[in-house]
T-cell receptor, first 114, second 112 residues
Framework: KAGVTQTPRYLIKTRGQQVTLSCSPI?????VSWYQQTPGQGLQFLFE???????NKGNFPGRFSGRQFSNSRSEMNVSTLELGDSALYLC?????????????FGPGTRLTVL | KQEVTQIPAALSVPEGENLVLNCSFT??????LQWFRQDPGKGLTSLLL?????REQTSGRLNASLDKSSGRSTLYIAASQPGDSATYLCAVWSPKGGKLIFGQGTELSVKP
């Protein structure tokens, strides 16, 4: 069974640009969550999508947005990039969000903002 | 507000040693707790999931325990190997906000 895949793996952008990251969950998984990982703040929750609907949202500015498609694939978009957006962005999928559901993470997208 | 703390932040041990990593959380109202492993620059690999009603889970040389009432979990690694070197993260799934809340991790180095 294929794992969670994320594309691209690496991105270099300049301040003010926008970026779109993609996540393909494990087949059969309908919940997709996004996390930002930085050395200073650790892993922080961005948002979660389930069946094309945003179910939960973390404390990030509106520049961070996402969506989920009917095949459960998800994208996140960051507009007007800032230096502080440089991070590893991780996507996780699970069947649903019950207490027995393990979260499986992808390899991440390393975003560098210059 | 749920907070997760991991102690120690870093640990270096000789190969073959048994070791314990600690995780504590402030709010006992959790659905489950997961332990992950992260290699440098890579994603997270799920090691063990303990449901709130369970006391422990085992997988190979790994054993994780959960004491919800005291807000503690431990990850026990038996007979450590250099390949176990990585950062270990614990995370609780909090029903308030529907998200995983992570500790800062313990960076483990196992020396040959």
């Amino acid at each position: 069974k294929a794992g969670v895949t994320q594309t691209p793996r690496y991105l270099i952008k300049t301040r003010g640009q926008q970026v779109t990251l993609s996540c393909s969950p494990i087949s059969g998984h309908r919940s997709v969550s996004w996390y930002q990982q930085t050395p200073g703040q650790g892993l922080q929750f961005l948002f979660e999508y389930f069946s094309e609907t945003q179910r939960n949202k973390g404390n990030f500015p509106g520049r961070f947005s996402g969506r989920q498609f009917s095949n459960s694939r998800s994208e996140m978009n960051v507009s007007t990039l800032e230096l502080g957006d440089s991070a590893l962005y991780l996507c996780a999928s699970s069947v649903d969000r019950t207490e027995t559901d393990t979260q499986y993470f992808g390899p991440g997208t390393r975003l560098t903002v210059l | 507000k749920q907070e997760v703390t991991q102690i120690p932040a870093a640990l270096s041990v000789p190969e073959g040693e048994n070791l314990v990593l600690n995780c504590s959380f402030t709010d006992s109202a959790i659905y489950n707790l997961q332990w992950f492993r992260q290699d440098p620059g890579k994603g997270l690999t799920s090691l063990l999931l303990i449901q709130s009603s369970q006391r422990e889970q085992t997988s190979g040389r790994l054993n994780a325990s959960l004491d919800k009432s005291s807000g503690r979990s431990t990850l026990y690694i038996a007979a450590s190997q250099p390949g176990d070197s990585a950062t270990y993260l614990c995370a609780v799934w909090s029903p308030k906000g529907g998200k995983l809340i992570f500790g800062q991790g313990t960076e483990l180095s196992v020396k040959p």
